[in-house]
């Protein structure tokens, strides 16, 4: 009976049921193994806006559909309270602060205040360092508005990729440098995401006959 | 322990308790109505765990108490039985709890 008064328990219970099905996962992987793929798009030429937008947008298409088609036909439609509405607020006025901070970090590191190590040695470690640091606090902030801990996970290895591409340029160079960690990051997580998708499917079968009441 | 007692220790609310909601299954579907602003028929039933008829049932208990609002419609042809709580259905739950749990707490360890 406790347990039944817990309401924010419900609540959260409900709410985090619906990252059961991976989708999140799934579209995270393909962003950041987009990433990795960019490097070879960029190193054969092909136009920037292409690289940029397409696979995201694939990313974002996957998701979007596989809510429509997969997520709600087998586990249902909910719609949380004006608490959860907020959080989408917050996450809109993060994007409109972080976006200009990346810009001008771009910014400074083309402009090599913040000189990548490829070009200065391993001694230099700053502009990297400080976008592994931004990437892994901003994807630290999300997961907690969002209510959803791996997020931080994602970003954790979004850093390690940043970090490990300067590192390989030294050795491997471009493109291998970016393709081979973004590539193994965004395959973690899309694993994994693959694999919460067919518990999801197995948990959640989907029924032939229409599913209302009365 | 006679009436007398029970008044005595706080537990009069439970006289008072509305039978329509102190079911478990229908304590439970409307916990997850009053947490969410609505879900559709599917949702609730993965939730709860009830099977369709069953839940069907509850929720025609509960529409006819106007505790929960029904509403089917189609998204993209496709029917959706959405529900949600009432303003009454709200306020029910929630003297529900505040009786329950001024009973529960008045009850000897």
């Given at each position: ?12 219970k409900?709410y985090?049921?619906?990252f059961?099905?991976g989708?999140w996962?799934?579209?995270?992987g ?10 070879v798009?960029?190193?054969m030429?092909v136009?920037k ?12 298409l996957?998701g979007y559909?596989g ?5 709600i036909p087998?586990m249902?439609?909910v719609?949380?309270g ?11 006025i993060l994007?409109?602060i ?10 400074l ?5 913040f ?20 990437t892994?606090i ?15 996970l994602f ?31 965004g395959?973690?997580?899309l694993?994994?995401?693959?694999v ?8 959640y079968p989907?029924?032939n006959?229409?599913v209302?009441h009365? | 322990?006679?009436?007398?007692e029970?008044?005595?220790?706080g ?18 579907i409307?916990?997850?109505?009053f ?5 559709d028929?599917l949702?609730l ?6 099977t ?5 049932s ?6 006819d ?11 993209k042809k496709?029917?959706r039985?959405?529900?949600s709580?009432?303003?009454s259905g709200?306020?029910a ?17």
């Open positions: 009976m406790t347990k039944l008064f817990n309401l924010s328990e419900i609540e959260k409900a985090r049921s619906t059961q099905d989708l996962d799934i579209v995270w393909v962003i950041i193994i987009g990433m990795g793929i960019n490097t798009l960029k190193n030429g136009p806006p292409l690289y940029y937008l397409v696979i995201p947008l694939i990313a974002v996957i559909f809510k429509q088609r997969i997520t087998r249902g439609f719609r949380f004006p608490k959860r509405e907020q959080t989408k607020r917050k996450i809109w994007a409109s972080i976006t200009p901070i990346q810009i001008i970090l771009i910014i590191i083309k402009m090599q205040i000189q990548s190590t490829f070009e200065t040695g391993l001694s230099n470690y700053v502009g990297p360092l400080f976008l592994v640091m931004f892994i901003i994807f630290a902030i999300i997961a907690h508005i969002i209510d959803f801990p791996r997020f931080f970003g954790i290895l979004m850093g390690l990729s940043i970090i490990t591409a300067e590192i390989l340029y030294l050795h491997v160079g471009s493109p291998l440098d970016g393709l081979i960690p973004f590539s193994i990051a395959t973690i997580i694993v994994n995401g693959l919460l998708m067919v518990r999801f499917l197995k948990k989907r029924t006959e229409e209302g009365g | 322990m006679d009436k007398s029970i008044d005595s220790e537990l009069q609310p439970l006289s008072d308790i509305d039978r329509i909601i102190h079911e478990p299954a229908r304590l439970l409307l916990a997850y109505l947490v969410v602003e609505s879900a028929f949702f039933m993965n939730q709860t765990g009830l369709r008829g069953n839940l069907s509850h929720l025609s208990k509960l529409e108490a106007e505790y929960i609002h029904i509403k089917k419609e189609f998204v496709i029917p039985t959405l529900l709580l009432t303003k709200r306020k739950f929630q003297t529900y709890r505040q009786s329950m749990k001024q009973v529960l707490d008045h009850l000897p360890d």
